[in-house]
């Protein structure tokens, strides 16, 4: 049972150009909600997250959106930078998980000059 | 401040054989955590701990051990080594409750033949 999803495996956009990851979840006990940037060979990385109290949560050029009636999440880059390619997981948690993370299984974003 | 320390980045194993996966931080983190990563997949937890002398299972257990004597050290004692366990495995850590963000290591890839 995939509690999160990230249905698009890949991603493709123009230097300068928005992309938006979304991601999908199934448990309606997660309440907290990150985003991971892995490069090849390396580990995750963390890059932002959002409480389920709000709705949205900015940090420069990385926007997250939560809309809990759809259970859904997405990661808005703007402007998007050829380093900005990764792998990006996004992940969820509960109140009571111990911190355990339910990871998605990933999009790669290519960010061309 | 190394932050997660894994050992070694690479190995190949025979069937049947038996290794540690080893894990150190230096953050003075209570929770610690294996996670493996197979190829197209998010990151599935393996086993966590939540102090020294407390592990628990995660969601694929099975085949693995840990144990936790020291706040630092978290290894991963892969028995009976099978192509199933060829994965990528990455350990992390986080301060403890009311902190959401882990902090991975580089992972340790590992190939069993």
């Known amino acids: 049972d995939q509690q999160v999803k990230q249905n698009s495996p890949s991603l493709s956009v123009q230097e300068g150009r928005i992309s938006i990851l979304n991601c999908d979840y199934t448990?309606?006990?997660?309440?907290?909600f990150l985003w991971y940037k892995k490069y090849p060979a390396e580990g995750p990385t963390f890059l932002i997250s959002?409480?389920?109290?709000?709705d949205k949560n900015e940090d420069g050029r990385f926007t997250v959106f939560l809309n809990k009636s759809a259970k859904h999440l997405s990661l808005h880059i703007v402007p998007s930078q050829p380093g900005d390619s990764a792998v990006y997981f996004c992940?969820?948690?509960?109140?009571?998980?111990?911190?355990?993370?339910?990871f998605g299984q990933g999009t790669i974003l290519t960010v061309h000059p | 401040n190394a932050g997660v320390t894994q050992t070694p980045k690479f190995r190949i194993l025979k069937i049947g054989q038996s290794m540690t996966l080893q894990c150190t931080q230096d953050?003075?983190?209570?929770?610690m955590y294996w996670y493996r990563q197979d190829p197209g997949m998010g990151l599935k937890l393996i086993y966590y701990?939540?102090?020294?002398?407390?592990?628990d299972k995660g969601e694929v257990p099975n085949g693995y051990n840990v144990s936790r004597s020291t706040t630092e050290d978290f290894p991963l004692r892969l028995e009976l080594a099978a192509p199933s366990q060829t994965s990528v495995y990455f350990c992390?850590?986080?301060?403890?409750?009311?902190?959401?963000?882990?902090?991975f290591g580089a992972g340790s890839r590992l190939t069993v033949l």
């Open positions: 992390a850590s986080r301060i403890g409750p009311g902190a959401n963000v882990l902090t």
């Open positions: 448990n309606s006990m997660f309440d907290y």
């Open positions: 959002i409480s389920s109290i709000k």
């Open positions: 992940a969820a948690s509960g109140p009571t998980s111990y911190g355990k993370l339910t």
């Open positions: 953050m003075n983190h209570n929770y």
């Open positions: 701990s939540v102090g020294a002398g407390i592990t």
